[in-house]
């Protein structure tokens, strides 16, 4: 189906809905270099105004990726829960933008119709939403999980500690995680990008980090960020794993790309959840996605990048994740130009993933070829808390030296804290406070004994 | 209680960092206890003031991220790669990439990978239908401190090598925006059997004069970058100059030897070594 507006007498046609999503997204490298963005500001603006007047009912009626070639759009079809869908389903997308802002609509009521929205229409909204409108309704929507302790709680800010090493050596990461747990950094789980995939690197990363976790009784989950079949080696091992991380994306295609499908995430998920490390019923999967995932898989089918990643929450929320972030800095400027388009994919990232009912939290990061620094850091982290983000990630000094690129410091979560007034996850908090690393107002007073002699007395499995 | 954790009192800039004794500052408190910096060069134990870096450690920051967008986007010096190669006895030709400056380099990924129509006749007419071995390409990349500290000795170590092994080498071509894959129509128009693309990596904070080499046999567009080997991180503090031309002139023989590289060029090689050939 095609649609045209008229602005002055000049009428403006998008072939079909897929078109007219692409050309009615705010600018961004990645749509250019996919050729379907449009051409200029005014033709930007008609697709604004034709996908406002456009009812929510359309996006049921049309797939952007057709189901008979994607199990992705297949599982979008099959979750799509009519009964949730009825409070809103005589609205245009433009009269979904007003009803989410309405103060009426409370988190009950977002929280309610979860399942009646898709991907398509939320990543439709969001593209007429100014960054104000998306914090304004994120911020009512709270999802909380929990495995060891209970994350996403209103006014509350998790950390994921990302104790990363070039060569996975187990005292450097141990170093580090220890540099962001004396900055109080590491509810939302302490976690590792490994080097290598290999399995014994993975069981010796996630033995170490768990040795950390229990010998100073903190409340908090630890991940070796490899691959879902490495995981599921590990286990059969017997390896102490509390989270199963998988990267993931919007299109069969481009989850081949990464080389999982829904069955094999099944797969994990399940074995996951038998090991029952965490709290009855607890989340087990962590999964990060990010904006151009799909394209630089050839795997977007002309959808446009920010449409593609919304999707990506759609096989994330399939399985109950404990974490999901997007990583919105790091593809680099042919997807996200500079510090603003960066901005924006964070706020769209996390809006979009938390009316699906994802746990989102955003990796707050930039590469050295973007136009990006570190100030556009503060203004997304700024206003991501602004929006009741669940988490962001932190590196020592904001470099991480395995994966080359900038996120946040372990200081901007003191920032969040004590300047945004951001506790952590309560049952972190209390350990904090416990073990000395915090006073009674919160504030962070000095390095307890307990981590000198853990590292002296540790005899770091693997070094 | 006071919420400062004193940090050291001039924290080094991280490039002048690497275990250099005598220089040391006195450590903070949290060292004194964990030490944390003799386990990791991330960046741990910087201290902080409420949530704020020690000034010394933030400008440090910023110098090494100034530092690496000046290498990403000033351009490489074209005359003086030129004349330095003039003076070891090499030719050079200049070519382009589709992409017009750096702005649309960084953001047209596809375009960096293209030459631009001009260059394509310029490096036929060079090759006059007699074709070579080796092309050799100094392409900008995303770092021109790369290129411009290391490319000349590397060819310089590179060259005398190639030519132990008997093969001869084509004028050196200097691409500008030019990304990896620009070697594959660089090295047809050349009628060359095989390309060794020198090209700036991607510049981290602790280091952003990385080179890295890429070789394809049989070089044609659409290769794919699995046909590809590669070298990284040839750099002073990373692999030395000597060492990456040992490893690609090892590479070149073997993709002489059996016709093939990239990810298939182990298994060739073996294949060859077992049948004694």
């Not at chain 1, 002309?302 to 972030?325: H, I």
């Not at chain 2, 500052?25 to 134990?45: H, I, W, Y």
Request: proline share 5%; glycine share 8%.
């Amino acid at each position: 189906m095609s649609f045209t507006t008229t602005i002055e007498q000049t009428v403006f046609r998008f072939k079909d809905l897929k078109d007219l999503l692409a050309k009615a997204t705010p600018e961004r490298s990645g749509d250019q270099l996919a050729g379907i963005a449009a051409e200029g500001p005014v033709e930007r603006l008609a697709a604004q105004m034709a996908l406002a007047d456009l009812p929510l009912k359309a996006f049921l009626a049309e797939e952007v990726i057709p189901s008979e070639d994607d199990e992705v759009s297949r599982l979008i079809a099959e979750r799509h829960d009519s009964a949730a869908f009825s409070a809103i389903s005589s609205l245009t997308v433009g009269e979904l933008r007003e009803w989410l802002l309405k103060p009426e609509t409370t988190h009950d009521r977002l929280e309610a119709v979860t399942w009646g929205l898709t991907p398509e229409m939320v990543a439709a909204v969001s593209k007429i939403m100014r960054l104000q409108d998306m914090i304004a309704v994120s911020a009512k929507r709270q999802v909380v999980t929990r495995f060891r302790n209970t994350i996403g709680l209103a006014g509350r800010l998790s950390t994921r500690n990302q104790p990363n090493h070039p060569t996975d050596d187990s005292r450097g990461i141990i170093a580090s995680a220890i540099d962001g747990l004396l900055m109080g950094s590491g509810d939302a789980v302490i976690g590792v990008n490994p080097a290598t995939d290999s399995v014994e690197d993975y069981v010796r990363i996630v033995s170490l980090l768990d040795e950390l976790r229990e010998k100073l009784a903190i409340p908090t989950q630890t991940c070796c960020l490899g691959h879902v079949t490495t995981a599921i080696h590990a286990i059969e091992q017997g390896a102490p794993v509390d989270l199963v991380f998988q990267s993931v994306a919007g299109s069969e295609k481009a989850n081949r790309g990464f080389g999982i499908d829904l069955a094999l995430l099944k797969e994990a998920h399940e074995a996951g959840r038998s090991l029952k490390r965490g709290m009855p019923g607890a989340n087990v999967m962590y999964f990060e996605t990010g904006q151009g995932a799909a394209l630089s898989a050839d795997a977007h089918f002309g959808v446009d990048q920010q449409t593609m990643e919304a999707r990506a929450y759609a096989v994330a929320r399939e399985f109950d994740p404990l974490l999901v972030n997007t990583v919105v800095g790091f593809i680099g400027p042919e997807y996200l130009f500079n510090g603003k388009q960066i901005i924006r994919a964070g706020i769209e990232d996390h809006f979009c993933g938390k009316l699906l009912g994802l746990p989102m939290g955003v990796d707050v990061c930039y590469t050295n070829h973007a136009d990006a620094d570190q100030e556009d850091m503060d203004t997304l982290l700024t206003l991501l808390c602004a929006a009741n983000v669940n988490f962001v990630i932190t590196v020592p000094g904001a470099d991480d030296i395995m994966l080359n690129y900038q996120s946040l410091s372990h200081h901007d979560a003191v920032y969040c804290r004590e300047t945004l007034k951001r506790p952590p996850a309560p049952e972190f908090e209390a350990w904090l406070s416990q073990i000395g690393l915090i006073d009674c107002d919160g504030a962070l007073i000095g390095e307890p004994a307990a981590l000198s002699s853990y590292l002296r007395s540790s005899n770091l499995i693997g070094a | 209680m006071g919420k400062i954790i004193e940090p050291s009192e001039a924290e080094p800039s991280r490039v002048e960092r690497p275990e250099e004794e005598g220089a040391q500052p006195q450590p903070s408190a949290a060292e004194r206890v964990l030490d944390l910096r003799q386990m990791t060069d991330a960046r741990v134990s910087l201290g902080r003031h409420g949530a704020g870096l020690p000034t010394g450690a933030q400008l440090s920051f910023l110098l090494d991220h100034a530092r690496a967008r000046e290498a990403v986007w000033t351009s490489v010096d074209r005359a003086a790669l030129e004349e330095r190669l003039a003076v070891a006895g090499l030719d050079v030709v200049h070519v382009d990439s589709m992409a017009d400056d750096r702005s649309v380099y960084v953001r047209r990924p596809d375009l960096g990978r293209l030459l631009d129509p001009t260059s394509t006749e310029r490096l036929k007419e060079l090759a006059g239908g007699k074709g070579c071995d080796i092309a050799i390409v100094v392409a900008d990349g995303l770092s021109s401190s790369a290129v411009d500290l290391n490319a000349v000795p590397l060819i310089e170590a590179l060259a005398p090598k190639l030519g132990e092994l008997g093969l001869t080498v084509a004028s050196i071509v200097l691409a500008s925006q030019a990304r990896v894959a620009l070697g594959d129509p660089v090295g047809e128009a050349l009628g060359a059997k095989l390309t060794i693309v020198l090209v700036g990596e991607r510049p981290g904070l602790s280091a952003a004069d990385s080179l890295g080499a890429y070789i394809t046999y049989g070089p044609k567009p659409g290769n794919p970058d699995s046909g590809r080997n590669c070298v990284s991180n040839i750099r002073d503090g990373g692999l030395p100059i000597s060492e990456a031309a040992s490893i690609i002139a090892a590479l070149v023989k073997d993709m002489v030897k059996t016709g093939v590289s990239g990810v298939a060029l182990k298994a060739a090689v073996a294949k060859l070594g077992t049948s004694g050939v």
